[in-house]
T-cell receptor, first 115, second 117 residues
Framework: GQQLNQSPQSMFIQEGEDVSMNCTSS?????WLWYKQDPGEGPVLLIA?????ELTSNGRLTAQFGITRKDSFLNISASIPSDVGIYFC???????????????FGAGTQVVVTP | GAVVSQHPSWVICKSGTSVKIECRSL??????MFWYRQFPKQSLMLMAT?????????EQGVEKDKFLINHASLTLSTLTVTSAHPEDSSFYIC?????????????FGDGTRLSIL
């Protein structure tokens, strides 16, 4: 299916460094979501954004809903080894009887943290 | 809150077998559940949208007779892979959301690794 443009594809960083990734789309979304997926597990919701321009934090994570509603970024500050995983952005379509709130996913950003 | 349980977590079976995967919302009522397939090192691919008490809506290219979906209650949806073949081997993940006044995020199960021999 259609995917959002997520970058970078992968990041190799040292423990303590900050991480930044972003997603862009040609479509407008009412909700942007950021998930983290560990190997062999399902995605876990990190942050949900509901308003254009919204900036939301969850611990060391900060995400913003772009003012155009077509983009979002996620920052991880002071990375630690357990930040390793694949991070996915997702734009959620408006809940209608046609879309049922379907998600469009980015391709993911693989984060590797070295001690 | 918002816990989604998926069972089984891992299945290995012979070609031609039908396999049923369950997805349960444990602490909320899920009017809508979604079924995804994920190949190694790739993103999630939506297969179908399941609404309680009605027929599932399948994405283009997904065979509805191959992947049977039932959403009989507000806490349970099942995906049955009928007459599975090796090409059906994949990681299947469900998600659930409650009927929103505004949009509600989807919460995911832990996935089912299906291996067809």
């Amino acid at each position: 299916g259609q995917q959002l443009n997520q970058s970078p594809q992968s990041m190799f960083i040292q423990e303590g460094e900050d991480v930044s990734m972003n997603c862009t789309s040609s479509s407008i979304f009412n909700t942007w979501l950021w998930y983290k997926q560990d190997p062999g597990e399902g995605p876990v919701l990190l942050i949900a954004l509901y308003k254009a321009g919204e900036l939301t934090s969850n611990g060391r994570l900060t995400a913003q809903f772009g003012i155009t509603r077509k983009d979002s970024f996620l920052n991880i500050s002071a990375s630690i080894p357990s930040d390793v995983g694949i991070y996915f952005c997702a734009g959620q379509l408006v809940m209608t009887t046609d879309s049922w709130g379907k998600l469009q996913f980015g391709a993911g950003t693989q984060v590797v943290v070295t001690p | 809150g918002a816990v989604v349980s998926q069972h089984p977590s891992w299945v290995i079976c012979k070609s031609g077998t039908s396999v049923k995967i369950e997805c349960r919302s444990l602490d909320f009522q899920a009017t809508t559940m979604f079924w995804y397939r994920q190949f190694p090192k790739q993103s999630l691919m939506l297969m179908a949208t399941s609404n309680e008490g009605s027929k599932a809506t399948y994405e283009q290219g997904v065979e509805k007779d191959k992947f049977l979906i039932n959403h009989a209650s507000l806490t349970l949806s099942t995906l049955t892979v009928t007459s599975a073949h090796p090409e059906d081997s994949s990681f299947y993940i469900c998600s659930a959301s409650s009927r929103p006044r505004g949009n509600q995020p989807q919460h995911f199960g832990d996935g089912t690794r299906l291996s067809i021999l």
